[in-house]
């Protein structure tokens, strides 16, 4: 693979060092075009774009999902984000005799907030070790026979740390929970196979390691949940028999179509299938092993240059996210912006994640300049 031609697909690497995929791709050259192609079409065809192109061009976003995953493509719904995706599923789920809902501290707090906001749920929180990782142990004593889901990520969005999905889904399946997993940290870099882990949901995104834009996400449900789940969001894009435009019969789609709602963002839908052509060109297993590579290569000097870095030693157990622990992180993103490296940070932390575009010269001169810079902060 010659990587470097790549880099030329994504004109930003002309300006910066851009080290920020986990926050947000790149634009490369081909998603920029897929949106001319959607403004062209909409332009020259009107609403017969609906017909002649868009309907089919959301079903070919569908299944390039399902193939990412493992799936089918029946399985996937679209939504706008994932929040979006994760409040169709809860608004399905009876939480009277199973109140308790089991994430961690350390997944992305959409998750939480989803039932935060139930008045009849129990969310549960459990503990991290150093905002790193958690252990399965953690989550065993904490899901039990009252636990109607337990949702956590496949990758988190503070260290890296790759979660074993399959581990968490027997601990749900014991106790007749569902396991539901924020994937959006993991899809594209890092192979994920639905049907091997086992998981009853999983929701995602385009516009981070799937190198798409905003505006459009996924969400997985096993094929057998389909029909127990009955959302209590509605709309018409989720009435099997939409374009009978009748008030009084709503009949759910017997596919993960039952989940959506409305119209959907067609330019997003056009970038993200964009996106995940370049990621299924490549190959997800190709993506993993460049980036544990240029991960080992920046994490290695980084601690050589002295840096506290908090993402797992091992490289199995870490994808494409790497944090250092630094007094001003928040001060140091923009020194760092000030020398054209755009990187990220969180809570105390300082977020980089190197993806296929990025290179060992990168990793080079990013923690030269990330020295120079604390040098003069401290
Ligand atoms: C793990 C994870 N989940 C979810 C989100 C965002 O969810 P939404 O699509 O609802 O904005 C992010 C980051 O933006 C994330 O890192």
């Known amino acids: 693979m010659d990587w470097s031609a790549w880099r030329d697909e994504f004109p930003t690497f002309r300006r910066t060092t851009y080290l920020n995929t986990c926050s947000l791709a790149p634009l490369s050259r081909r998603v920029r075009a897929a949106q001319e192609q959607f403004f062209d079409e909409w332009e020259a065809l009107g609403a017969s774009a609906w017909y002649e192109r868009w309907t089919s061009a959301l079903h070919d976003l569908r299944e390039k999902v399902a193939r990412v ?13 994932v929040s979006v995706a994760v409040s169709s599923v ?16 350390i997944d992305f707090p959409t998750l939480a907030y989803q039932w935060a906001v139930k008045p009849e749920a129990a969310p549960v929180l459990v503990a991290s070790e150093g905002r ?3 252990r399965p142990e953690v989550f065993e004593q904490a899901v039990d026979d009252r636990t109607s889901i337990v949702a956590t990520s496949h ?7 790759i979660q074993d999905i399959a581990r968490v889904a027997q601990i749900a399946h014991r106790h007749g929970a569902l396991a539901l997993v924020d994937a959006y940290q993991a899809t594209g870099q890092l192979p994920t196979d639905v049907k091997t882990a086992d998981v009853d949901v999983l929701v995602t995104g385009g516009l981070k390691w799937l190198l798409g834009g905003t505006g459009v996400a996924f969400l997985y449900v096993r094929k057998a949940l389909i ?11 989720g009435n099997a028999r939409m374009f ?51 991960t080992s290569d920046l994490i290695e000097r980084l601690i050589a240059a002295g840096f506290a870095v908090r993402t797992p030693s091992s ?4 994808a494409g996210i790497v944090m250092i622990e630094l007094k001003d992180p928040a001060k140091t993103v923009k020194a760092l912006a000030g020398r054209k490296f755009i990187v990220d940070y969180r809570h105390d932390r300082l977020r ?3 993806y296929f575009y990025n290179t060992a010269e990168d990793n080079e001169r990013f923690v030269d300049a990330l020295s120079g810079i604390t040098r003069r902060l401290t």
């Open 227 to 237: 029909p127990n789940l009955s959302p209590t969001i509605a709309g018409w894009f």
């Open 352 to 354: 980089l994640s190197p």
């Open 69 to 81: 995953l493992g799936a089918r493509s029946e399985e996937i719904a679209l939504a706008p984000n």
């Open 132 to 134: 790193v990782t958690v």
């Open 90 to 105: 809860a608004s399905a789920v009876d939480y009277r005799t199973r109140p308790r809902v089991v994430m961690s501290e």
């Open 244 to 294: 009978d435009f009748d008030p009084k019969a709503f009949a759910f789609h017997d596919t993960a179509r039952r989940f959506e709602l409305g119209t959907p963002s067609l330019a997003a839908v056009f970038a993200a299938s964009a996106g995940i052509d370049i990621v299924l060109e490549i190959g997800v297993d190709r993506l993993r092993q460049r980036t544990t590579e240029l």
């Open 315 to 318: 490289p199995e157990h870490r």
């Open 155 to 161: 990758v988190y969005y503070t260290s890296g740390a």
